[in-house]
C-alpha cells in the first residue's frame, strides 16, 4: 500500500535484488566476470544480454 501511496513500483527493489544475487551466484560459478548495464561479459570475451544469461543458466543452489 506504501508504494501506492508514493506512485512507485513495489517490485523495483526486489527485482534489483535478485539480479544482484544472480550475478553474484553466476560470478562465483565463473559464469560470468562483469556485468554493465543489461549486459553481461563471459569469460571467454562474448557479450551477452542479461536476461538471456539469467534465462539460460537459473541459479541453481
Known amino acids: 500500500m506504501a508504494a501506492c501511496r508514493?506512485?512507485?513500483?513495489?517490485?523495483?527493489?526486489?527485482?534489483?535484488?535478485?539480479?544482484i544475487a544472480?550475478?553474484?551466484?553466476?560470478?562465483?560459478n565463473r559464469i560470468v566476470i562483469a556485468m554493465s548495464g543489461?549486459?553481461?561479459?563471459?569469460?571467454?570475451?562474448?557479450?551477452?544480454?542479461?536476461?538471456d544469461m539469467m534465462r539460460w543458466f537459473p541459479v541453481q543452489q
Open 6 to 19: 508514493e506512485d512507485r513500483k513495489p517490485e523495483a527493489q526486489q527485482t534489483k535484488s535478485s539480479v
Open 22 to 28: 544472480w550475478f553474484e551466484w553466476a560470478r562465483k
Open 38 to 51: 543489461e549486459v553481461v561479459y563471459t569469460p571467454d570475451g562474448e557479450v551477452v544480454g542479461f536476461a
